[in-house]
């Protein structure tokens, strides 16, 4: 699927907003959305989760099955050796869920200088982890954690009641750990989204405000801050269109659309697999169902890295990830 393709149906209820579609867009400032050197494998481990947040543009919960077998996992775990990534990223709905992650991760740590967990902290707290959590440690597994604010009504509005008070239990084991603590070289990151149809505040405020609060509050220490868009993809943008603030939401991202942000886009350098093998430029164009370059590819069929300047596949979620600052 390519840029003048028409909109799955996944994406059909933001393309129909009265905005200006995302390829014109980027061809009004005489750019073009093309792959990049890719250095990041992206691997998303299934979608079933313990939480059915509002914003969740995969729309993971309690009710999906979707897990990446054994079979899968030596699939991408043989592609990592043949491509050699710079960056493995170990992602969605829960991870902690697949019980195959352990395996995973003593698999694929030896493959990439870098290996980043986005750990649900309340999953992480379920599961039977003490486990997961030293393989982590020993293996300097980056801990990627979700936590959108620090109160617990905005929270707990938007995952579910009790996940703040669950989330800060998790964060203190980890800076137990040594994660997030000065000199231990265990990252701890945190990432936060906004609870409604807005657009994220500053990010370097936004991370010396967290920082202030938690230490204060919990006691509790992180390393870095992400701020995002919601994405107009899934649950998301079935909440806010019923809502009745999909239209207003996606003229606000398309109105602070920012061609410097493109550039450095994720699905520029981005290689993401699927729980069944299938490839993608990126997490959300996994969520539209538009496949890597626009072409159905399983993870066994491909020899190395996507070739450079292949076009990737647009929508207008995209506006999400080049709304202001962009998507980090």
Known sequence: ????????????????????????????????LRKGETSTLQINVGLLCNQMCRHCHLEAGASRSE??????????????????????????????????????????????????????????????????RELCTVNRVVIVASFPSISGSRTDSLRGKGVLEKSVAMLKKLNELGYGMDGTGLELNLVSNPTGAFLPVSQSQAEKRFKADLRR??????????????????????????????????????????????????????????WDGYLYDCDFNLARGAYLGGRKRHVSEMAGLPEPGTRIPTGNHCYACTAGSGFT
């Open 1 to 32: 699927m390519h840029q003048n393709q028409a909109p799955t149906d996944k994406e059909a209820s933001a393309e129909k907003i009265q905005v200006e579609l995302f390829s014109r867009t980027l061809a009004r400032h005489g750019l073009d």
């Open 67 to 132: 897990l990446m077998d054994r079979d899968t996992i030596d699939e991408v775990v043989a592609y990592a050796k043949r491509a050699r990534f710079q960056v493995v990223d170990i992602t969605r709905g829960a991870p902690e869920m697949n019980p195959h992650l352990g395996c995973l991760i003593e698999t694929i740590a030896p493959l990439t200088p870098r290996l980043m967990l986005r750990a649900n902290l309340t999953a992480l707290a379920q599961q039977d982890t003490d486990y997961l």
């Open 217 to 274: 509050k919990w006691g509790l220490a992180f390393n870095n801050l992400f701020t995002s868009a919601n994405v107009p993809l899934g649950r998301f943008l079935v909440w806010q269109r019923d809502s009745g603030n999909l239209e207003s939401y996606m003229q606000k991202l398309s109105a602070r659309f920012n061609p410097c942000t493109i550039e450095g886009l994720m699905c520029r350098t981005f290689v993401s697999v699927n």
